[in-house]
Nanobody, 126 residues
Framework: VQLAESGGGSVQTGQSLRLSCAAS????????MAWFRQAPGKEREGVAA???????TYADSVKGRFTISEDNAKNTLYFQMDNLKPDGRGMYYC?????????????????????WGQGTQVTVSS
């Protein structure tokens, strides 16, 4: 599985960005995908995930502001980030795990995913 993120950039507090993740090489039709971010000097944290049934889960810090979605016809995962805050800065990674999984009901964890993209940088200035 290959994942390629795009859409990162520099914005001011309160502005929006839309990240994309193009996926290829899937073997199974069922999978769960997620977005993670890693700020300088901090551990990678999960912010959102989407499952084969279309259900989603988010970290508390982004609920109501960020939206994860996917276009199965285009094999693309999206991440709409609205009302960005300075703590939203960092490298954003797309991640994938093949096979069926029930909604975890919590923010994704790095061990939940098997395949990773190279990341796209997001900078938020105050």
């Amino acid at each position: 599985v290959q994942l390629a993120e795009s859409g990162g950039g520099s914005v001011q507090t309160g502005q929006s960005l839309r990240l994309s993740c193009a996926a290829s090489g899937w073997f199974y039709s069922s999978h769960s995908m997620a977005w993670f971010r890693q700020a300088p000097g901090k551990e990678r944290e999960g912010v959102a995930a989407i499952f084969s049934d279309g259900s989603t889960t988010y970290a508390d810090s982004v609920k109501g502001r960020f939206t994860i979605s996917e276009d199965n016809a285009k094999n693309t995962l999206y991440f709409q980030m609205d009302n960005l805050k300075p703590d939203g800065r960092g490298m954003y990674y797309c991640a994938d795990r093949e096979g069926y999984a029930s909604n975890w009901g919590r923010a994704p964890r790095p061990k939940d995913s098997v395949y990773w993209g190279q990341g796209t940088q997001v900078t938020v200035s105050s």
